[in-house]
Structures are given as structure tokens and as C-alpha cells.
């Protein structure tokens, strides 16, 4: 469920009417919802109830600073994975003794940020990795808490680009390998063991994945506890599906979710983190474009909009599906037609979606892209010298640009032209 619902044939953010956004900041815009973010979040937090525990959001999903400070202000934990996110979660107010930091390659500058800084723990993924966390920690005196990362060899059945528990992906340390590891850690000066840490992929739309990693944590846990390691705390990652479409998908519900965790890991004595990213932020934010033209082809329509891949590159990159829809309301039985929903970037990747049915619709009309709340804004880029794309908060009947559209000035004012030219 989110805040983005018809009201008198027009489009709404919460109680604020999307035409009334657009009127301010111009097309194209990301519009975030608050209540949409924070009900999220609960549903989160109040399904692991009086089980300990930190939900803390995958920044990488949507890293803008108010989305931060609200989920920050309702008691997030933050998952970060560069030396930036680190910093942002930082300037949200977010304390370090909430922020995990994962990631498959920090540099010794990170890692030392996160140290001097405050850090609840590095989710470590590699024996140098580790060996470097424990160099700079004992050079400034201080032990780094640390889970280590490991990779089940599980199938998370989602796209491959996104799959990151099998062993033929980059990420996290064999588990065959982990209680050799783990007792090197243990010896390492600047290293304290504090758990286990696992991520197998995003978008998973099932709950045996989940059920068959957590179980193989369940196990590790038990043999690294037998070999003296104090394990108290799991790390369970993100990667819960959110539905894009309206019909033909039901992904698991948070509860359910938990429900796994609980049934597998819960008599362990453990704390529990999880990262979710996309099943926050995902369904509480729209990308809003409007129509440039209506172009007619030869046996197809193409629907130009002034969005296009560098503002959300999901579906030309992963060949994801947004729901369109119009921000005045069809009435009701007005047919659809077929339309390829593309944007003005010169590359016939920038497709948002092929033979979408749509009502008619027409240069000018305004359209909105659903489900784009995560992995939207944060992929955003400058290609084709297209300023970044600005991004709103509405809270009930108040919005806020909480990044503004940069100037050309701005964009053009950031490259140097050198003396010799
Ligand atoms: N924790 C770790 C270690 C991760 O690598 C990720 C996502 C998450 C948590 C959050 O996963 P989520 O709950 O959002 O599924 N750009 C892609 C998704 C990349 C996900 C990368 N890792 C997309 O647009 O689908």
C-alpha cells in the first residue's frame, strides 16, 4: 500500500495534488511520500517486535538527506556501503553506533572515516579486507566490531544482476571457508568477532531463498559458538521484492519475512539486523514526466517524455517494468492503446516500457512512473547533459523540494577548461 491515489480525477502525493508539484518545480520530478516511508519502516520494526533488533535502511536505495533524517528520526539503523553513504547517514543525524558498513571493496580511507567517526560494525567480505580493518584499527588504537560477510551458495531466483548469494558472485566469503576465517579474525589485534553477516540479492520475490540461507547461517552460528566465538549479533541483509505491477505479483509481506527469520534464528539469543532498501523506499516515490509528443510510427506509437534512462535507468538497465499512469484519471471505460513509452535520450535503450496499454494521451499530459522511490534518484546521471533530476517530500498537505533541479550554469560550472587549450 502507498500514498499515490486518485482523488477527484487527479493524482495525489498524500493530500497534496501532483499538478500542484508540477506547477512549482517542473517535469521531470521525483515525489517521495513521508507516511508511505515511515509506514514501511514499521511494518519492519513492529514485526520483529520485543525480538532485539536494528532495521537499518540500505541507503543505497534513495540516499537523499531528508528521507535519511525521517527514517533516522523514527529509530533506523543505516546500512552504508562507501565513505559518501557513510557521510550522508552522518549528516541525517544518524549516530554511528546505527550505521553497518558493507560493501565488497572499502578503501583504507573508509575504513578509517567509519572508525574515527563511530560505527556499529564492517560487514567484512575479504581476508585482506580484514587484514587491512585490522591494521588501521590497532594504529588507532581501537578494535573494529565486525561480522564477516559470508556467501551461502544460495539461488535468490531474482534478476542476475542483482543476485549476489551464489558462489560464482563477487560477494562475501565462501561459507565452506568461513570457520578458517573466522579464526584468523579472531587472532587479528585490531579485530573483535562480533557476528555473521549475509546478503543474497534484492528483489526476491519468494521466501525459500531466505528460509535456505538463514538456515546455513543457523548452522555456521552453531559451529562458530562451538569453536569459542562470541556470535550475538546476525546481520540478515536486505533483498524483500516490493509488487511493480498492480495484478500478477504478491511478494511476501514483512511479517512473513520476519516470520522466516524468527522460525529459523530466533531461539539463537542473537540481536537481528536486516538492510531493507527497496521495500522502504520503493513504492514511496513516483517519477513524474510529462509528455513532449505523441509520435506515430509505422504499426507503433511512441509516447515521448521528458523523463528518460538517465533519470531511472531500471528498465533499460535491468529491463524492469514501472507502471504508467496518468496524472488525470481515465473515466472510466476510455479504451487503451498500445504505446512505446520512450524518452528523448539518443539511444534505443532509453525504452521505458514497449506496447504499454494506455489511455490516449497527448503532448503535455503528465504521467507518473510508480514504484520508483528506490534505485531511481540514486542512478540518476547527467547523460546527454540532462541536469540531475530534482526530488520533492510531501508530508500531508505539504511538500518540499528537498533537491532542487541544478542550473545549466551549475552543471556546466563544474568542468575546467584548462590553461592550455
Ligand atoms: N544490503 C546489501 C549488502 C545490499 O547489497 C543491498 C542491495 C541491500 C542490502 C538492499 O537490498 P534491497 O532491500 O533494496 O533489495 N539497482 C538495483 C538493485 C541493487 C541492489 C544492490 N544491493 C535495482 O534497481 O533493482
Given at each position: 500500500?502507498?500514498?499515490?491515489?486518485?482523488?477527484?480525477?487527479?493524482?495525489?502525493?498524500?493530500?497534496?495534488?501532483?499538478?500542484?508539484?508540477?506547477?512549482?518545480?517542473?517535469?521531470?520530478?521525483?515525489?517521495?511520500?513521508?507516511?508511505?516511508?515511515?509506514?514501511?519502516?514499521?511494518?519492519?520494526?513492529?514485526?520483529?517486535?520485543?525480538?532485539?533488533?536494528?532495521?537499518?535502511?540500505?541507503?543505497?536505495?534513495?540516499?537523499?538527506?531528508?528521507?535519511?533524517?525521517?527514517?533516522?528520526?523514527?529509530?533506523?539503523?543505516?546500512?552504508?556501503?562507501?565513505?559518501?553513504?557513510?557521510?550522508?547517514?552522518?549528516?541525517?543525524?544518524?549516530?554511528?553506533?546505527?550505521?553497518?558498513?558493507?560493501?565488497?571493496?572499502?578503501?583504507?580511507?573508509?575504513?578509517?572515516?567509519?572508525?574515527?567517526?563511530?560505527?556499529?560494525?564492517?560487514?567484512?567480505?575479504?581476508?585482506?579486507?580484514?587484514?587491512?580493518?585490522?591494521?588501521?584499527?590497532?594504529?588507532?588504537?581501537?578494535?573494529?566490531?565486525?561480522?564477516?560477510?559470508?556467501?551461502?551458495?544460495?539461488?535468490?531466483?531474482?534478476?542476475?544482476?542483482?543476485?549476489?548469494?551464489?558462489?560464482?558472485?563477487?560477494?562475501?566469503?565462501?561459507?565452506?571457508?568461513?570457520?578458517?576465517?573466522?579464526?584468523?579474525?579472531?587472532?587479528?589485534?585490531?579485530?573483535?568477532?562480533?557476528?555473521?553477516?549475509?546478503?543474497?540479492?534484492?528483489?526476491?520475490?519468494?521466501?525459500?531463498?531466505?528460509?535456505?540461507?538463514?538456515r546455513k547461517v543457523r548452522a555456521l552460528t552453531e559451529a562458530l559458538r562451538a569453536d569459542g566465538h562470541d556470535i550475538r549479533r546476525l546481520d540478515l541483509g536486505g533483498g524483500l521484492g516490493i509488487p511493480y505491477t498492480r495484478s500478477n505479483e504478491a511478494p511476501p509481506l514483512p511479517v512473513e519475512y520476519v516470520g522466516v527469520i524468527r522460525e529459523t534464528l530466533g531461539d539463537l539469543g542473537c540481536e537481528i539486523e536486516i538492510e531493507p532498501?527497496?521495500?522502504?523506499?520503493?513504492?514511496?516515490?513516483?517519477?513524474?514526466?510529462?509528455?513532449?509528443?505523441?509520435?506515430?510510427?509505422?504499426?507503433?506509437?511512441?509516447?515521448?517524455?521528458?523523463?528518460?534512462?538517465?533519470?531511472?535507468?531500471?528498465?533499460?538497465?535491468?529491463?524492469?517494468?514501472?507502471?504508467?499512469?496518468?496524472?488525470?484519471?481515465?473515466?472510466?471505460?476510455?479504451?487503451?492503446?498500445?504505446?512505446?513509452?520512450?524518452?528523448?535520450?539518443?539511444?534505443?535503450?532509453?525504452?521505458?516500457?514497449?506496447?504499454?496499454?494506455?489511455?490516449?494521451?497527448?503532448?503535455?499530459?503528465?504521467?507518473?512512473?510508480?514504484?520508483?522511490?528506490?534505485?531511481?534518484?540514486?542512478?540518476?546521471?547527467?547523460?546527454?547533459?540532462?541536469?540531475?533530476?530534482?526530488?520533492?517530500?510531501?508530508?500531508?498537505?505539504?511538500?518540499?523540494?528537498?533537491?532542487?533541479?541544478?542550473?545549466?550554469?551549475?552543471?556546466?560550472?563544474?568542468?575546467?577548461?584548462?590553461e592550455w587549450l
Amino acid at each position: 500500500m502507498d500514498h499515490f491515489l486518485y482523488r477527484n480525477g487527479i493524482l495525489h502525493a498524500e493530500d497534496v495534488p501532483i499538478p500542484e508539484i508540477v506547477a512549482a518545480v517542473g517535469t521531470p520530478v521525483y515525489v517521495y511520500s513521508a507516511a508511505t516511508l515511515t509506514r514501511h519502516f514499521r511494518l519492519f520494526d513492529e514485526a520483529l517486535g520485543a525480538m532485539p533488533h536494528l532495521v537499518c535502511f540500505a541507503i543505497k536505495s534513495n540516499s537523499n538527506l531528508a528521507v535519511l533524517k525521517l527514517l533516522g528520526s523514527l529509530g533506523a539503523g543505516m546500512d552504508v556501503v562507501s565513505g559518501g553513504e557513510y557521510r550522508r547517514a552522518k549528516a541525517a543525524g544518524v549516530p554511528g553506533e546505527r550505521i553497518v558498513f558493507s560493501g565488497v571493496g572499502k578503501t583504507p580511507e573508509e575504513i578509517r572515516l567509519a572508525l574515527t567517526g563511530g560505527i556499529r560494525q564492517f560487514n567484512v567480505e575479504s581476508e585482506p579486507e580484514l587484514l587491512a580493518i585490522s591494521r588501521i584499527a590497532a594504529e588507532l588504537g581501537l578494535r573494529a566490531p565486525v561480522a564477516l560477510r559470508v556467501n551461502p551458495d544460495v539461488d535468490a531466483q531474482t534478476h542476475e544482476k542483482i543476485a549476489t548469494g551464489k558462489s560464482e558472485n563477487k560477494f562475501g566469503i565462501p561459507i565452506a571457508k568461513a570457520r578458517d576465517v573466522y579464526a584468523m579474525a579472531a587472532a587479528l589485534p585490531g579485530i573483535e568477532v562480533i557476528g555473521i553477516d549475509v546478503h543474497i540479492g534484492s528483489q526476491l520475490t519468494q521466501l525459500e531463498p531466505f528460509e535456505a540461507a538463514f538456515r546455513k547461517v543457523r548452522a555456521l552460528t552453531e559451529a562458530l559458538r562451538a569453536d569459542g566465538h562470541d556470535i550475538r549479533r546476525l546481520d540478515l541483509g536486505g533483498g524483500l521484492g516490493i509488487p511493480y505491477t498492480r495484478s500478477n505479483e504478491a511478494p511476501p509481506l514483512p511479517v512473513e519475512y520476519v516470520g522466516v527469520i524468527r522460525e529459523t534464528l530466533g531461539d539463537l539469543g542473537c540481536e537481528i539486523e536486516i538492510e531493507p532498501g527497496r521495500l522502504i523506499s520503493g513504492n514511496a516515490g513516483i517519477l513524474v514526466s510529462s509528455v513532449i509528443y505523441l509520435k506515430e510510427g509505422e504499426g507503433r506509437n511512441f509516447l515521448i517524455v521528458d523523463a528518460a534512462m538517465n533519470d531511472l535507468v531500471r528498465p533499460s538497465m535491468y529491463g524492469a517494468w514501472h507502471d504508467i499512469v496518468p496524472v488525470l484519471e481515465p473515466a472510466p471505460g476510455t479504451p487503451l492503446a498500445p504505446l512505446d513509452v520512450v524518452g528523448p535520450v539518443c539511444e534505443t535503450g532509453d525504452t521505458f516500457a514497449r506496447a504499454r496499454a494506455l489511455p490516449p494521451l497527448a503532448a503535455e499530459d503528465v504521467v507518473a512512473f510508480r514504484s520508483a522511490g528506490a534505485y531511481g534518484a540514486v542512478m540518476a546521471s547527467e547523460y546527454n547533459s540532462r541536469p540531475l533530476v530534482p526530488e520533492v517530500l510531501v508530508s500531508g498537505d505539504q511538500f518540499a523540494v528537498i533537491r532542487p533541479r541544478p542550473s545549466f550554469e551549475e552543471m556546466l560550472g563544474r568542468d575546467t577548461i584548462p590553461e592550455w587549450l
